[in-house]
């Protein structure tokens, strides 16, 4: 069961370097988002989609794109990273199907330098 | 603003007792209600859920009650055991989709 799928699970970027975090589900589920966590902060939504094409903004979307060209691949792209987006990332995705239980990824450390 | 919030960043419990984590929400329109376990170096994972119609779902151990007038809901573990050690999140949505997460809880059980 591969469930939620998040690579890479570790990455050291300079500032101002781009990159990709990619996500992939296989359970069929229409939801999908992004998260990240930071001491004392908890888990904040960077961005959700509802489905393919659709896309929306959580509390903490600044620095940060995504798309939803399938149902499921969910990729999170940073263009200029910085210092302050160093953290863990999680995707998850859910499904009215599922009673809207939210299911994670195993995470990604990203550090800034 | 923080809309769920989990005032106690720790809490200690004796194997074998009760481990009684809280959470507050602000905001009214909050209807459904998950609590997540989750261990170093891995995602959260799910552990129970409520929603607004109730007052209390039970799993085994598990025990969520929620007090709608205090916008407040509890995770009761009983008993608690070593591997329940681990950071508690709860989590709140009014749509079904975005889900506002508390900063989470530190569970340590004390064989």
């Known amino acids: 069961n591969a469930g939620v799928t998040q690579t890479p699970k570790f990455q050291v970027l300079k500032t101002g370097q781009s990159m990709t975090l990619q996500c992939a589900q296989d359970m069929n589920h229409e939801y999908m988002s992004w998260y990240r966590q930071d001491p004392g902060m908890g888990l904040r939504l960077i961005h959700y989609s509802v489905g393919a094409g659709i896309t929306d903004q959580g509390e903490v979307p600044n620095g940060y794109n995504v798309s939803r060209s399938t149902t499921e691949d969910f990729p999170l792209r940073l263009l200029s990273a910085a210092p302050s987006q160093t953290s863990v990332y999680f995707c998850?995705?859910?499904?009215?199907?599922?009673?809207?239980?939210?299911?994670f990824g195993e995470g990604s450390w990203l550090t800034v330098v | 603003d923080q809309q769920v919030k989990q005032n106690s960043p720790s809490l200690s419990v004796q194997e074998g007792r009760i481990s009684i984590l809280n959470c507050d929400y602000t905001n009214s329109m909050f209807d459904y209600f998950l609590w997540y376990k989750k261990y170093p170096a891995e995602g959260p994972t799910f552990l129970i859920s409520i929603s607004s119609i109730k007052d209390k779902n039970e799993d085994g151990r598990f025990t969520v009650f929620l007090n709608k007038s205090a916008k407040h809901l509890s995770l009761h573990i009983v008993p608690s055991q070593p591997g329940d050690s681990a950071v508690y999140f709860c989590?709140?949505?009014?749509?079904?989709?975005?889900?506002?997460f508390g900063t989470g809880t530190s569970l340590t059980v004390i064989p």
């Open positions: 998850a995705s859910s499904s009215n199907d599922s009673g809207n239980t939210i299911y």
């Open positions: 989590a709140a949505s009014h749509t079904g989709n975005q889900f506002y």
